[in-house]
């Protein structure tokens, strides 16, 4: 009696978890050109001093970007596996996994990350300090690091976003990677009505 009332509480925990799969397609850019030293930078600046994001940090950071020129981006088509784990009941998240084809060498599977429940789904945001040193290339330290991954409970859409900048410790010109990560697509969730 003992074994089946434990198989039955286990079947209901299990039964309220759920495993949401998404497939996004987007681009991988990099850049190595410097930004010129213009109020857009001082935009960087602001950015970067702030603990939360905002639209107008989100703004000022769009507007440093077009600074460069669209020849100065490579970019690369990337396919990215989001692999979310959350309790549908309770609309909680539980965990996060993804992977990326091909990986941008770029992303630090160690930086802090939080996450956060909205009405329509769940963001988690992985982050590190300005200033902090790059544990996969000691030459440099981060500028600005914040890779966003998302999904939508009632469009059934999965989204990454991701800023890093880096600055090389010796200065020299054109040689800090600035990488842009945008991807979307579906997730295999059923959607919510509104």
Same mark, same amino acid.
């Given at each position: 009696?003992?074994?089946?009332?434990?198989?039955?509480?286990?079947?209901?925990?299990?039964?309220?978890?759920?495993?949401?799969?998404?497939?996004?397609?987007?681009?991988?850019?990099?850049?190595?050109?410097?930004? #010129?030293?213009?109020?857009? %930078? =001082?935009?960087? +600046?602001?950015? *970067?001093?702030?603990?939360? @994001?905002?639209? $107008?940090?989100?703004?000022?950071?769009?507007?440093? #970007?077009?600074?460069?020129? %669209? =020849?100065?981006? +490579?970019?690369? *088509?990337?396919?990215?596996? @989001?692999?979310? $784990?959350?309790?549908?009941?309770?609309?909680?998240? #539980?965990?996060?996994?993804?992977?990326?084809?091909?990986?941008?060498?770029?992303?630090?599977?160690?930086?802090?990350?939080?996450?956060?429940?909205?009405?329509?789904?769940?963001?988690?945001?992985?982050?590190?300090?300005?200033?902090?040193?790059?544990?996969?290339?000691?030459?440099?330290?981060?500028?600005?690091?914040?890779?966003?991954?998302?999904?939508?409970?009632?469009?059934?859409?999965?989204?990454?976003?991701?800023?890093?900048?880096?600055?090389?410790?010796?200065?020299?010109?054109?040689?800090?990677?600035?990488?842009?990560?945008?991807?979307?697509?579906?997730?295999?969730?059923?959607?919510?009505?509104?």
């Amino acid at each position: 009696m003992r074994f089946l009332i434990i198989f039955l509480f286990s079947a209901s925990l299990y039964a309220e978890q759920s495993k949401v799969l998404c497939e996004l397609d987007g681009t991988y850019s990099i850049t190595y050109k410097d930004i #010129k030293k213009t109020y857009l %930078s =001082e935009g960087i +600046e602001f950015f *970067k001093n702030l603990a939360t @994001q905002t639209q $107008q940090s989100l703004f000022l950071l769009q507007r440093a #970007k077009t600074s460069f020129a %669209s =020849e100065d981006w +490579e970019k690369d *088509k990337m396919y990215v596996v @989001q692999y979310w $784990q959350a309790d549908m009941n309770s609309e909680k998240f #539980k965990s996060l996994t993804h992977t990326f084809d091909p990986s941008p060498i770029w992303l630090n599977p160690n930086a802090s990350w939080s996450s956060e429940v909205t009405d329509t789904g769940i963001e988690v945001f992985h982050t590190m300090q300005p200033g902090e040193e790059h544990p996969l290339f000691p030459e440099y330290e981060v500028e600005l690091y914040r890779v966003t991954n998302s999904f939508n409970w009632f469009t059934g859409k999965g989204k990454i976003q991701g800023d890093i900048w880096l600055k090389n410790k010796k200065g020299s010109k054109n040689s800090s990677p600035k990488v842009e990560v945008r991807a979307s697509g579906k997730c295999d969730l059923q959607k919510k009505q509104f």
